[in-house]
């Protein structure tokens, strides 16, 4: 995940597609309840919704999404979090500045939403990892909450979900 905050991102990087047998293993992972979300690329995240959005207002790309996240590995540990900062991330979806996974989940999801988002290689950091924090062909887990998102005017002013 990317930010002023100094985490790892994903702009300009490569991201080389992982074996065929990741899928399966993410795939055979998951609880019921996930749904698969489907980007360009064929690149596709799984999300779980742990607490419902207004079902209405959902971000797309060049919107600033407003979030606290909390990510994970697949075993659980964490590697980062907002909410251990107690202080939400600001990001432009479809500018890089998020791994293209959690730009995909974030993008299916609405305002006021928790999900779970399961983020395979292909859609985070790939066959290269981001070293030492995150290894190659890593399954990501992010817990997310959309608090809000916004255009922008040209003048720069805001215009928000809400």
């Known amino acids: 995940m990317s930010e002023v905050d100094g985490n790892p991102g994903t702009a300009g990087e490569q991201h080389p597609p992982s074996d065929a047998g990741t899928a399966l293993s993410v795939a055979a992972t998951l609880d019921e309840g996930y749904s698969k979300v489907e980007g360009g690329g064929g690149l596709h995240v799984h999300l779980k919704t742990v607490k419902g959005g ?3 207002n959902f971000p797309q790309e060049s919107h600033t999404v ?3 996240y909390v990510a994970r590995f697949k ?3 964490v590697f ?3 909410r251990d900062r107690d202080q939400p991330i600001t990001f432009k979806l479809g500018t890089g500045q998020a791994i293209p996974g959690l730009e995909l989940g974030v993008m299916a999801m609405s ?3 928790i999900a779970e988002i399961v983020v395979p290689p292909e859609a985070g950091y790939g066959a290269t990892g981001y070293l030492p924090i995150i290894p190659p062909n890593a399954v990501l ?3 997310v909450e959309l608090i809000s998102f916004a255009t922008f ?3 720069g002013k805001a215009n928000p979900s809400s």
Do not use: K
């Open 54 to 56: 207004d079902a209405t």
């Open 66 to 68: 407003r979030l606290h």
């Open 75 to 77: 075993d659980g540990t």
């Open 80 to 82: 980062d979090s907002s």
């Open 111 to 113: 305002r006021g939403q």
């Open 141 to 143: 887990v992010y817990e």
């Open 153 to 155: 005017s040209g003048e």
